[in-house]
């Protein structure tokens, strides 16, 4: 009777064993679905452009329809905001995770849209680079838009392939915004670490820089 009532015991136990290390195996498994996406963007590649969007981003700068766009096809991240009671401040904000310089790292564009409660607003972006996880800002100065209902002054586009460039279309206003002056068209290019213009040209007169694009 003692042998049969160990026996009970040494069974419970091997089992309540078991279902433990089952317990733990499903934790690790949760812990991992959950944060183990998070490290992604900081995980090194070997095939350049590591994102879904790659084949977005080698199409990217195209007009679409005939409408100008600025290369960045699909945000990784996007937000609205509320503007004041004037209608002035930050109205959205939107990332996009690439690897611009081909060193196996996503760095980071980000594109914010700034109304100044008038028909006028313009955008700004920021170019970051990724050494190993820490983001350094090198983006150029007077990297924004300028633009209104009628026209725009300044605009940029992002080509990607097949290296990286940012084309910089802009003119000088005159006696009023929608009044034509000669537009410049400014290329940007790596050198070294930072981003330089490269290369400038004398376009023609017109009202809206989308146009040459």
């Known amino acids: 009777m003692f042998l049969k009532i160990n026996n009970n015991e040494e069974n419970g136990s091997v089992t ?9 195996l499903v934790i690790v498994g949760l812990v991992y679905m959950l ?3 998070r490290t992604q963007k900081l995980t090194p590649s070997t095939g350049g452009i590591d994102s879904p969007n790659q084949t977005l981003y080698e199409e990217g700068g195209k007009k679409t329809n005939g409408v100008f766009n600025d290369g960045l096809i699909k ?14 401040g930050i109205a959205s904000k939107e990332i996009f995770d690439i690897d611009i310089n081909n060193d196996g790292y996503k760095d980071r564009i980000t594109k914010t849209k700034i109304e100044n409660g008038t028909a006028h607003f313009h955008y700004e972006y920021k170019i970051e680079i990724n050494k190993n996880g820490s983001f350094f800002d090198i983006t150029p100065e007077d990297f924004i838009t300028s633009e209104g209902a009628e026209c725009a002054l300044q605009k940029l586009k992002f080509i990607f392939k097949p290296e990286f460039r940012v084309i910089k279309i802009s003119r000088d206003w005159k006696e009023s915004w929608i009044t034509p002056t000669q537009a410049e068209k400014t290329t940007f290019a790596f050198s070294g670490n930072e981003i330089k213009p490269i290369r400038t040209q004398k376009m023609q007169p017109v009202c809206d820089v989308s146009e040459l694009f």
């Open 16 to 24: 309540l064993i078991v279902l433990l290390i089952i317990m733990l």
């Open 35 to 37: 944060f183990g996406s």
């Open 75 to 88: 945000p990784d991240f996007s937000e609205e905001y509320s503007l004041n009671e004037f209608g002035e």
